[in-house]
C-alpha cells in the first residue's frame, strides 16, 4: 500500500484509494483490457463507475505508471510494464506475457540499422511474438 502512495506521489497523482485499487488490479492482471479492469475493481468497489476506471487507467497510463497495450482485438487494453518491452501471445488462451530479452532488441536494432526501412525512422523495438504456451494458465 505505501509502496503505491509513493508510486502515485512520484507522478504528481494524488493519492485515492480508488487509484490505489485500479492500480493494485493492474499489478495483479498485467496485461488487461479497460473492461475487465473496470470488472475486477468494481467487484471489490461496486460504488465506482466505470467511467471513473477508464479516467483513472488514463491518468495511470499519461503519468507512466502503466502503458497502453494493443489487445490485437480492437480493444482498449494496459500493460502494467510501462518500458518498451516484448510480448508472447497465446491467441487461443488469450494469453500475453512479457517477453524480456536484451539480445532480441539488440539483433533487431542492428539488423534494421543495416538495413533501413526508406522514409521510416525506428525510435524504439517491440515484438509480438505468436505462439502456444504449453502450460495453460491458471
Ligand atoms: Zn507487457
Known amino acids: 500500500m505505501e509502496r503505491i502512495k509513493r508510486l502515485l506521489q512520484e ?27 473496470a470488472k475486477e475493481v468494481r467487484s ?16 495511470l497510463c499519461q503519468t507512466g505508471l502503466i502503458s497502453r497495450l494493443d489487445t490485437r482485438d480492437g480493444k482498449i487494453g494496459y500493460d502494467i510494464t510501462a518500458k518498451t518491452h516484448h510480448h508472447l501471445f497465446d491467441a487461443q488462451q488469450r494469453r500475453i ?3 524480456d530479452d536484451a539480445g532480441l532488441t ?7 540499422a543495416a538495413h533501413p526501412v526508406s ?19 491458471s
Open 106 to 112: 539488440h539483433v533487431v536494432r542492428e539488423y534494421l
Open 11 to 37: 507522478k504528481g497523482l494524488k493519492v485515492t484509494t480508488q487509484r490505489i485499487i485500479v492500480y493494485q488490479v493492474m499489478e495483479r492482471l498485467c496485461h488487461a483490457t479497460a473492461d475487465s479492469v
Open 44 to 59: 471489490i468497489v461496486p460504488t465506482i463507475t466505470v467511467a471513473t476506471v477508464y479516467h483513472i487507467l488514463e491518468s
Open 119 to 137: 522514409g521510416f525512422t525506428v525510435d524504439d523495438v517491440a515484438i509480438w511474438i505468436d505462439g502456444r504456451f504449453s502450460e495453460k494458465n
Open 97 to 99: 506475457e512479457d517477453y
